[in-house]
Each structure stands twice: as structure tokens, then as C-alpha cells.
């Protein structure tokens, strides 16, 4: 599968190279593609992947993924061309923290909208899931944690997209996602990362994630 990731930072590098070992072809879209960090991080990754523009990601992915900061999605968005989104599988892990000072971040949308809901609404021609927003980056491809394998969290419009989604999550390492049904419930995993952030801060690691335990 041809894949564009939209966002070059720690997310969007960490996807990349997840897609790429198991034999996607990627590219990374991002607003410096010569930025020479990028090009050392490129030597070293595995696999079939390039960097260029927002609109060369976007071109070139049968399946998206929007992997930038919240706050600078619907610019990226933009960047790439609304209609590059058309007829694909958008997979959102963005979220929509808001930092003030040195506090902790709270979120600049929620309770009656996210902003996985914002982007399906920019983006009505494209299939939609929120899906990896609610930990670390590290642990997007390599799930397994020393007290067993987290729980990740889906939400999107449209079913044949989700499960497009669960056959790449399971590449990566993941069980069987949990479905929260539409994209509205991108509300309730958004709300998560800033407790999430808050937990990790309490227990001094980043490297922890949700695990629903069964009866």
C-alpha cells in the first residue's frame, strides 16, 4: 500500500518507519522536505520511504494519515489540497492540546465537537478514523508493555475504512480495536490525552497506555 503521512515530527517518523518495515511504500509530508535532520532520519530507516511537501504526501498515498500537531491541522490540510483527501482512508492522530505557559495542556475543542469531527467536516469526501491519538508515539508500533499489550481506541463514519485500519493496527502489533462507533467519539479519546499526559507526568514515564481489563 502506498502511504502518505502527513506531519515529519516525532509521530509522523515513528508511522513512517512502522508502515515501512512491513512493506508499505511511504512518504512524508512535511513543510521543510530539506530540512537536513530528515535527511540523516532517512538513512537510517528501513524500507521504502521519502520525504517531500504536504501536496507530495497527499498525492501519493492511496491511504493518509494526519500525524501533525493539532493546532496546525487544518493549515497542513490546506498545504496538502482538500481534494487529495478524496475517496481515502485518513487515519487522524491528532489532538487538539492547548498549552499555556508551563502548565499542563488542556484541549482548544471538546464535549460537543473534536477535532476529528472538524476534519471529517473539511474533509466530507474522505473516510475518517481517529485512531492512535491516545499514547505515546514509541508505543504506536511497538505495543507491547511490560504488563501486557494496551487497548487502542477507534472512531470513524465509515466501517470498511475501520477495518482497513484494525488489518494495518494488527501489522503493527495491536489485538482487535475497541470501536467507539462514529466519529463523535473522537470527543471522548481527544479528552483522554490531557489526563493520559497527567498520568504519565505522576508515574515520571511516557511510556504507559490504556488497557481495559475484562472480567
Not at 106 to 131: C, I, M, N, W
Not at 153 to 168: E, I, P
Not at 201 to 206: A, I, N, T
Request: charged content about 25%; overall charge neutral; hydrophobic content about 45%.
Amino acid at each position: 500500500m502506498k502511504v502518505g503521512i502527513l506531519g515529519s515530527g516525532q509521530v509522523g517518523q515513528t508511522l513512517a518507519a512502522g508502515f515501512a518495515v512491513n512493506g508499505h511504500d511511504v512518504m512524508v509530508g512535511t513543510g521543510h522536505p530539506s530540512k537536513p535532520e530528515l535527511k540523516r532520519w532517512l538513512r537510517t530507516t528501513d524500507g521504502t520511504v521519502a520525504v517531500g511537501t504536504f501536496a507530495d504526501a497527499a498525492a501519493h498515498g492511496d491511504l493518509l494519515v494526519l500525524a501533525c500537531a493539532g493546532a496546525a491541522a487544518m493549515d497542513v490540510i490546506g498545504a496538502a489540497g482538500d481534494g487529495a483527501f478524496d475517496g481515502k482512508v485518513l487515519i487522524d492522530v491528532t489532538n487538539p492540546l492547548e498549552f499555556k505557559g508551563g502548565e499542563m495542556p488542556g484541549l482548544f475543542v471538546g464535549l460537543t465537537d473534536s477535532l476529528g469531527e472538524r476534519v471529517q467536516r473539511r474533509l466530507p469526501r474522505a473516510k475518517v478514523v481517529k485512531a492512535l491519538n491516545t499514547m505515546n508515539a514509541s508505543t504506536m508500533t511497538r505495543p507491547e508493555m511490560r504488563d501486557g499489550l494496551p487497548d487502542v481506541l477507534v472512531a470513524g463514519n465509515d466501517a470498511a475504512a475501520k477495518r482497513t485500519v484494525a488489518r494495518l493496527l494488527k501489522e503493527f502489533g495491536w489485538s482487535k480495536p475497541i470501536d467507539l462507533g462514529g466519529i463523535e467519539a473522537a470527543r471522548w479519546t481527544e479528552a483522554w490525552v490531557p489526563l493520559w499526559m497527567r498520568i504519565a507526568d505522576d508515574l515520571g514515564s511516557w511510556k504507559v497506555a490504556l488497557r481495559i481489563l475484562r472480567e
